[in-house]
């Protein structure tokens, strides 16, 4: 495995050994990657099916239990120190205490990074796991790759997760750590996203595709499609970098989705049922989509044609193509997608040796990803970097340095080394 290099790992463990006064050796550190997901976009809170993988890049966290209940933490990337105990109990942000003080939301507080790790917290206490210490924490991102679109807030609350429980010694599983993850982001932050991101974070292995029912929460691992050349995987990135949660594009479509499923199951006479297109079949959606409104339609089409091409199976070629298609879905069905992002999916699907492209994540900031043919790769990225120069030079800025254009290669799932 290329990441993390020897180098980062020693660095990040130097840092918390000169943080606790504890010796290098002492370390523990936690690695959870960042993920894509070829296919399956948009449709995990409907309980749909998804496809992910991770990549080699994402947040390192070192740390060592703290000896106390106390929370100490620092960022290779963001200002400030954050602490915290761990008997505090957290409540969701905006969410008044018995006290009648609030959680101040992240627009306030002065590390708003920390946010998660009290989120992880709240997630621990909500799920009655007794927490006796804390730790001593230095967190550490791959450079460049926050706000992209890649779930790095997925992998700062599984990283937290697992170091607050190694800490206290709890055994706790995969799946049990997917729901855990969901409270930070749904419960503690407000946000209505589903469980791709954390799934991906904490189920992948290294050369499959992790496949997501995430109705049934069951899940299968797929070797990767292969053709006779290896493939890569391009990361394209747009300049923006607005936080989800300050937009409501996210939500308000998730909402548009419910209220699809609601005229559906009305319609079919099946109201009872939880207002999810996961509840809705197939038949039942192609006799009655008629009845929805315009806007409604092009989200419960998204959904199903999504669902499909989840699904489906062949050479990269192939898949290549889906994931193309489920590109174009999200910019025209489910109408998400700044202008940046869609010139960069545009531009990508016209570089040398890309298989397919589409956004990753929301498509509202960070980047947008491409299969490319191994041999190829420099030659896609040096055409991408040079065509979204000349379509977005202001955005280009904003990268403070930052490629443009990254060639990553697929990742391991999360994990505490000793």
């Known amino acids: 495995m290329s990441w ?33 997901c070829p296919l399956g976009a948009h449709i995990d809170h409907q309980g749909g099916t998804v496809s992910a993988m991770t990549i080699n890049k994402g947040i390192l966290l070192g740390f060592v239990p703290s ?3 106390q929370v100490q933490l620092r960022s290779a990337q963001f200002e400030g120190e954050v602490c915290f105990r761990v008997d505090e109990i957290q409540h969701p942000i905006g969410i008044a205490n018995k006290n009648g003080a609030s959680t101040p939301s992240p627009s306030k507080e002065k590390s708003i990074w920390g946010t998660y790790a009290r989120g992880a917290v709240y997630a621990l206490q909500t799920s009655k796991k007794n927490l006796k210490q804390g730790i001593v924490g230095y967190l550490s991102g791959s450079n460049g790759l926050d706000s992209s679109g890649l779930s790095s807030s997925a992998a700062v609350g599984v990283a937290y997760l697992l170091a607050l429980e190694n800490a206290n010694e709890l ?56 053709l006779d050349k290896p493939f890569r995987i391009l990361l394209a990135f747009s300049g923006l970098r607005q936080a989800l949660t300050t937009n409501p594009g996210y939500n308000l479509r998730v909402s548009e989705c419910q ?40 989200r419960a089409e998204h959904y199903f044609s999504e669902n499909m091409r989840a699904w489906a199976s062949g050479n990269l070629e192939e898949f290549g193509k889906l994931i193309s298609a489920s590109g174009l879905s999200s910019i025209e069905n489910y109408e998400c997608g700044a202008e940046p992002l869609i010139q960069l999916y545009k531009i990508l699907l016209k570089a040398p040796g890309v298989y397919g492209a589409r956004f990753s994540g929301a498509g509202f900031r960070g980047c947008c990803l491409a299969f490319v043919d191994a041999e190829k790769a420099e030659a896609a990225a040096s055409y991408v970097k040079d065509e979204y120069e000349k379509t ?15 060639i990553c290669e697929a990742g391991d799932a999360a994990r505490v080394l000793l």
């Open 67 to 69: 000896g106390d209940t």
């Open 392 to 406: 977005q030079p202001e955005f280009v800025k904003n990268l403070n340095g930052g490629k443009p254009v990254l």
């Open 171 to 226: 055994t706790v599983s995969p799946t049990e750590n997917i729901e855990y993850d969901r409270l930070i982001e749904n419960g503690y932050l407000g946000l209505r996203n589903g469980i791709l991101d954390q799934s991906a974070i904490l189920l992948s292995s290294y050369g499959c595709l992790t496949y997501m029912d995430c109705k049934t929460m069951d899940h299968d691992l797929v070797q990767a499609p292969e």
């Open 4 to 36: 993390p290099t020897d180098s980062e790992l020693n660095s990040i463990k130097e840092a918390v050994a000169q943080m606790s006064g504890r010796d290098k050796g002492e370390v523990r550190v936690v690695v959870a990657p960042y993920r894509i």
């Open 259 to 298: 209220e699809a499923a609601k005229v559906l199951l009305t319609a079919s006479g099946n109201s009872e049922r939880e207002p999810t297109l996961c509840n809705v079949e197939h038949a039942v959606y192609e006799a009655h989509k008629h009845e929805l409104k315009p806007v409604l339609a092009k």
